[in-house]
């Protein structure tokens, strides 16, 4: 039985998605610190699953007689296998879930506000800021449109003391000049 580690693969894929080297070296080790208590858990329950598999019905004198021929037979072609990998799951797969498993990540590197308010649209551009860090897209744009230009000034009025924003301009013509703002995230930063 497979057992799959939902929000700490997740973790993993955070940590390597880091652009910097030595920040990327800093947040594995110390994903892989996380992790192994995690790990060590669960192929302790994994080996008390499997002893309990091997000795069903093997109680008695017969069952475990029957029991110990099956297993000098298949001894020299069966192992203890532990596999850690990241890999798809077959449909037909007897899995254990550790924990929840996390949402499917959605990456988008631009947020549309045109239409809007400024006071529905500062909320939005807040959470797309967030996310965006959080899964260290480096660059995004928002597209706020030209109109009379209050949109773009309230959201750029905000990107000039955003703690995730390392710096912003107009959007260059593939993206809508005026029309739009260019966004760099800043790098996540480990202590």
């Known amino acids: 039985m497979a057992t799959i580690f939902g929000q700490e693969g997740r973790n993993l894929y955070s940590a390597f998605f880091i652009p910097d080297t030595a920040k990327r070296r800093a947040a594995l080790d110390e994903w892989i610190k ?39 037979r298949i001894q020299n072609d069966y192992h203890l296998v532990m596999d850690i990998k990241l890999r798809t799951i077959g449909s037909r797969e007897q899995i254990k879930v550790k924990g929840k498993l996390p949402d499917p990540v959605v990456r988008t590197t631009e947020i549309d506000l045109h239409g809007m308010k400024a006071a529905e649209a500062m909320p939005l551009v807040e959470n797309f800021l967030q996310e965006s860090y959080k899964v260290h897209e480096r660059k995004v744009w928002i597209i706020h449109g030209k109109g009379e230009g209050i949109l773009r000034e309230e959201v750029r009025k905000r990107l000039g003391h955003h703690p995730l ?26 202590s």
């Open 34 to 72: 996380s992790i192994a208590p995690v790990i060590q858990a669960a192929v302790t329950q994994e080996l008390q699953d499997l002893v309990e598999f091997v000795t069903e019905n093997r109680w008695t004198e017969e069952g475990w007689r029957r029991g110990e021929e099956k297993l000098r």
């Open 165 to 190: 924003v390392e710096s912003f301009a107009p959007a260059d013509q593939a993206h809508g000049e005026e029309g739009a703002t260019q966004v760099d995230i800043k790098e996540w930063e480990f």
